[in-house]
T-cell receptor
Framework: KAGVTQTPRYLIKTRGQQVTLSCSPISGHRSVSWYQQTPGQGLQFLFEYFSETQRNKGNFPGRFSGRQFSNSRSEMNVSTLELGDSALYLC?????????????FGPGTRLTVL | AQKITQTQPGMFVQEKEAVTLDCTYDTSDPSYGLFWYKQPSSGEMIFLIYQGSYDQQNATEGRYSLNFQKARKSANLVISASQLGDSAMYFCAMRENDNAGNMLTFGGGTRLMVKP
């Protein structure tokens, strides 16, 4: 079974631009969660999508948004990039439904904002 | 207050020895799950072990075991027979209200270094 895939793996943008990151979950998994990892703030939850609906949301500004498609693939968008958005963005895949002890992460997208 | 606390920023262990990584948590939710992940320098988060709040027995997965002490709100990870490849960051995480989604709260992590 293929693991969680994230594209692109590396990205360099400049302030003010916008960016879209993609996550394909493990086949059969319906829940996709997104996390931001920075040296200063650690790992922080952004949002979770299940069956194309946002189920949970972390404490991030509205510049951070996401969506999920019918095939469970998810995209995350950050508009008007700021220097502080430089981070490793990780997505996690889970079967969904109620909480599951299976939560598998992708390799991450490393975003650098100049 | 921190929901997940990992008090050891860095630790050394000799190859083939056992090591315990500490994790304490704070929740008033009776239903929660506790996770441990390993993050090598490549950045990928590797799932190690899971413990549900209602599980009577400590979870084990190969060389990994979770020492779950519910009354003390601790969920320490024990790695037996350390290997050089165990050198990595280790994160403890909690999911509250264990049936309401998959939002994880992470601790600050412990960097484990295995000495040959």
């Amino acid at each position: 079974k293929a693991g969680v895939t994230q594209t692109p793996r590396y990205l360099i943008k400049t302030r003010g631009q916008q960016v879209t990151l993609s996550c394909s979950p493990i086949s059969g998994h319906r829940s996709v969660s997104w996390y931001q990892q920075t040296p200063g703030q650690g790992l922080q939850f952004l949002f979770e999508y299940f069956s194309e609906t946002q189920r949970n949301k972390g404490n991030f500004p509205g510049r951070f948004s996401g969506r999920q498609f019918s095939n469970s693939r998810s995209e995350m968008n950050v508009s008007t990039l700021e220097l502080g958005d430089s981070a490793l963005y990780l997505c996690a895949s889970s079967p969904g439904g109620g909480g599951s002890n299976e939560q598998f992460f992708g390799p991450g997208t490393r975003l650098t904002v100049l | 207050a921190q929901k997940i606390t990992q008090t050891q920023p860095g630790m050394f262990v000799q190859e083939k020895e056992a090591v315990t990584l500490d994790c304490t948590y704070d929740t008033s939710d009776p239903s929660y799950g506790l996770f441990w992940y390993k993050q090598p320098s490549s950045g990928e988060m590797i799932f190690l072990i899971y413990q549900g709040s209602y599980d009577q027995q400590n979870a084990t997965e190969g060389r990994y075991s979770l020492n779950f002490q519910k009354a003390r709100k601790s969920a320490n990870l024990v790695i037996s027979a350390s290997q050089l490849g165990d050198s990595a960051m280790y994160f403890c995480a909690m999911r509250e209200n264990d049936n309401a989604g998959n939002m994880l709260t992470f601790g600050g992590g412990t960097r484990l270094m295995v000495k040959p």
